[in-house]
């Protein structure tokens, strides 16, 4: 029986300020912007969403470059909108 377990790493990808928040996401498979939503409500309501921040920052090592060359990134999807006819626009004046 294998045990394979996972590592909690601050993230490269997936960072506002440190990569606490991202890392907290990809480990438990959730959007990060929960996770911030959810610091920010224990800062304003106790203060400890602060504390427990700056914990992790020192305690939680950041992702290696070797995982995040095999993360996947997200891509970038442009939309292809025509462009609007400008004679039509000064027509319609």
Known sequence: MS???R???RS?????????CGGLGEFFGIDPTLIRIIFVLLA??????????????????????AEVSQAPKAEVVE???PAEDEGESEASE
């Open 79 to 81: 939309s292809e909108q």
């Open 12 to 20: 490269r990808n997936d960072r506002m300020i440190s990569g606490v």
């Open 44 to 65: 304003i309501f106790g203060g400890s969403g602060i504390v427990i921040y700056l914990v992790m920052l020192l305690v939680v090592p950041e992702q290696p470059l």
């Open 3 to 5: 045990s394979e377990y």
């Open 7 to 9: 590592k909690l790493y």
